[in-house]
């Protein structure tokens, strides 16, 4: 049940606080909330409820704020919940009325907020975010008849969200999948027990040796591998065949928990890949499964320097007026050409009209690509398909470094995610969490964006009103007390 309240609309100034005070208008977080609509999409977060039935649900405000807080932080969930409990800012943040040292929520409940809020409703509060954002600044002019009809510059590129798995091996997996069909044979032989003279074999003392005899080689020859992948199958397929048979005697499946049924069938399918792949001497196949736990994560075949492949999910997004957004997610790998005339038409309805050139590297530049965006005026960066000319002016190569500069800021953004944010290492370990988590990254970077924005108009006009101009570079020593000749900090300048 979902309980719309008024908590949402308080004011900085009405948020109540001990020993008095208010808080800083001037504050992060006061800023941030000021620019994320959310009474816009409370309906549709609501109407995941139901209006009688169940417990009253947490705000729509309160859940987002949370998911927000933890990636802006960089922190798990439970020490959200205390920096939350900590911080009278984080609460307002949240849409309480007043400071209390009570926890709002328990640390577990993050993981419904990252349920209930999908991938989709987290673009489209990016979407309308960044184009307040962009109403605000003074950047934004007013169209004037004599614009061209089309304008801005869109930059296209894609990059994979690596999960937090393991880096698989066809043994590794054969050996966990081998270990979790053990402890299920146990389960089972509890419930049946009194019908059996014996416990079944699973020879898991001498399956865990032959394990180790090639794992704990640094470099084991292929042979050697391949033999130790032939025991761990046999193993497996023994192992299933006693679960069948427990089975049949009376053991009860339902009895298992869901973890445990979802991992048995999981390894049924590790099994038949695996064995496919032994027997056609193949080291790839379709829906490849990498990890135990996290059956969705595929891999990812990347063509950067030591990293050829990735495990985790495939983005592409679109960059333009220095904020971001998640276009298209998935964990399948695919050609990001295809999504090129999405994007700029998702562009054209986002903006009003198509973008003067598109940046992007060398897999979008195909021949339909270029025709398609030649019918519409947009101009594509990079050199043309075919030969090279033999002599190349020096206006073409000067556009063709600036397009390459423009292009390289969607990288940037990228190793911000990766590097500032939990782009490079998602946390999450189911497939729909992760993927929501993956669309906070990308509206907490646009929120950063026009934070620092705001910091660089206040430095400017800081400096600007300093008793020392450019000309008077001078002053500029004697105001910050430093000797120029000598460059040594000397306090009786000052005097």
């Given at each position: 049940?979902?309980?719309?309240?008024?908590?949402?609309q308080?004011?900085?100034?009405?948020?109540?606080?001990?020993f008095?005070g208010?808080?800083?208008?001037?504050?992060?977080?006061?800023?941030?909330?000021?620019l994320?609509?959310?009474?816009?999409?409370?309906?549709?977060y609501a109407s995941?409820f139901?209006?009688?039935v169940?417990?009253?649900?947490?705000s729509?405000?309160?859940?987002l704020?949370?998911?927000?807080?933890?990636?802006?932080?960089?922190?798990?969930?439970r020490?959200?919940?205390e920096?939350i409990?900590?911080?009278?800012?984080?609460?307002?943040f949240?849409?309480?009325?007043?400071?209390?040292?009570?926890?709002?929520?328990?640390a577990?409940?993050l993981?419904?907020f990252?349920?209930r809020?999908?991938?989709?409703?987290?673009n489209?509060?990016?979407q309308?975010?960044v184009k307040?954002m962009?109403e605000?600044s003074s950047?934004?002019?007013k169209?004037e008849?004599?614009?061209?009809?089309?304008?801005?510059?869109?930059?296209?590129d894609a990059t994979c969200a690596?999960?937090?798995?393991?880096?698989?091996?066809?043994l590794?997996?054969?050996?966990?999948?081998?270990?979790?069909?053990?402890?299920?044979?146990?389960?089972?032989y509890?419930?049946?027990?009194?019908?059996l003279?014996?416990k079944?074999r699973?020879?898991?003392?001498?399956a865990?040796?032959?394990?180790?005899?090639?794992?704990?080689?640094r470099?084991?020859f292929?042979k050697?591998?391949?033999k130790?992948v032939k025991k761990?199958?046999?193993?497996?397929?023994?192992n299933?065949s006693?679960?069948?048979?427990?089975?049949?005697i009376?053991?009860?499946?339902?009895?298992l928990?869901?973890?445990?049924?979802?991992?048995l069938?999981?390894?049924?399918?590790i099994?038949?890949?695996?064995?496919?792949l032994?027997?056609?001497?193949?080291?790839?196949?379709?829906?490849?499964?990498?990890?135990?736990?996290?059956?969705?994560?595929?891999p990812?075949?990347?063509g950067?320097?030591?990293?050829t492949?990735?495990?985790?999910a495939?983005?592409?997004?679109?960059?333009?007026d220095?904020y971001?957004?998640l276009?298209?997610?998935s964990w399948n790998?695919?050609?990001?050409?295809?999504?090129?005339?999405?994007q700029i038409?998702?562009f054209?309805?986002?903006t009003g009209?198509?973008?003067?050139?598109v940046?992007?590297?060398?897999i979008?530049?195909t021949q339909?690509n270029?025709?398609?965006?030649?019918?519409?005026?947009?101009?594509i960066?990079g050199?043309?398909?075919?030969?090279?000319?033999?002599?190349?002016?020096?206006?073409?190569?000067?556009?063709?470094?600036?397009?390459e500069?423009?292009?390289s800021?969607?990288?940037?953004?990228?190793?911000?995610g990766?590097?500032?944010?939990?782009l490079n290492?998602?946390?999450?370990?189911l497939?729909?969490t992760?993927?929501?988590?993956?669309?906070?990254?990308?509206?907490?970077?646009?929120?950063?964006?026009?934070i620092?924005?705001l910091?660089?108009?206040?430095?400017?006009?800081?400096f600007?009103n300093?008793?020392?101009?450019?000309?008077g570079?001078?002053n500029?020593?004697?105001?910050?007390g430093?000797?120029?000749?000598?460059?040594?900090?000397?306090?009786s300048?000052?005097?």
């Open positions: 049940m979902y309980r719309k309240e008024e908590q949402s308080v004011l900085s100034e009405n948020f109540e606080l001990p008095e208010k808080l800083s208008e001037d504050n992060r977080w006061v800023i941030m909330a000021s994320i609509p959310w009474l816009e999409f409370e309906d549709e995941i139901s209006e009688e169940g417990a009253p649900a947490k729509f405000r309160m859940a704020g949370a998911l927000i807080i933890k990636e802006k932080l960089g922190i798990s969930d020490e959200t919940v920096q409990k900590e911080n009278p800012y984080l609460q307002y949240i849409g309480m009325s007043s400071y209390s040292q009570d926890t709002p929520f328990d577990s409940m993981v419904h990252r349920q809020i999908g991938v989709e409703l987290v489209k509060i990016n309308t975010m307040k962009l605000d950047t934004n002019k169209k008849l004599n614009e061209p009809t089309n304008r801005g510059k869109l930059i296209l690596p999960s937090d798995i393991s880096y698989p091996t066809d590794g997996l054969l050996n966990q999948a081998r270990k979790h069909t053990e402890k299920i044979i146990d389960f089972l509890e419930q049946v027990k009194n019908q003279d014996k079944p699973t020879y898991r003392k001498l865990r040796k032959n394990y180790l005899k090639v794992a704990k080689k470099r084991p292929q050697e591998r391949r130790a761990q199958l046999q193993y497996i397929k023994r299933i006693h679960i069948k048979q427990l089975v049949y009376g053991a009860n499946l339902s009895k928990s869901i973890r445990q049924y979802k991992i069938l999981v390894i049924s399918e099994y038949r890949q695996q064995l496919w032994y027997e056609n001497k193949k080291k790839s196949i379709d829906n490849r499964i990498v990890s135990l736990n996290q059956p969705h994560v595929r990812i075949l990347r950067k320097a030591g990293k492949v990735e495990f985790g495939k983005l592409s997004a679109s960059y333009f220095g971001i957004f276009d298209r997610i790998n695919f050609n990001e050409s295809t999504d090129l005339k999405i038409e998702s054209k309805k986002y009209y198509y973008p003067e050139s940046h992007i590297d060398k979008y530049r339909k270029r025709a398609w965006c030649k019918e519409r005026g947009i101009r960066s050199p043309p398909l075919g030969r090279p000319p033999a002599n190349i002016s020096k206006e073409k190569k000067k556009q063709a470094a600036h397009d500069k423009i292009r800021s969607i990288e940037g953004k990228f190793g911000q990766k590097r500032r944010f939990s290492c998602v946390m999450t370990k497939s729909h992760s993927k929501t988590a993956i669309a906070i990254t990308f509206l907490v970077m646009n929120l950063s964006t026009y620092s924005r910091l660089r108009a206040f430095l400017c006009l800081f600007r300093l008793p020392f101009s450019r000309p570079i001078k500029y020593y004697s105001f910050f430093f000797n120029k000749q000598k460059l040594i900090f000397s306090p300048l000052n005097n």
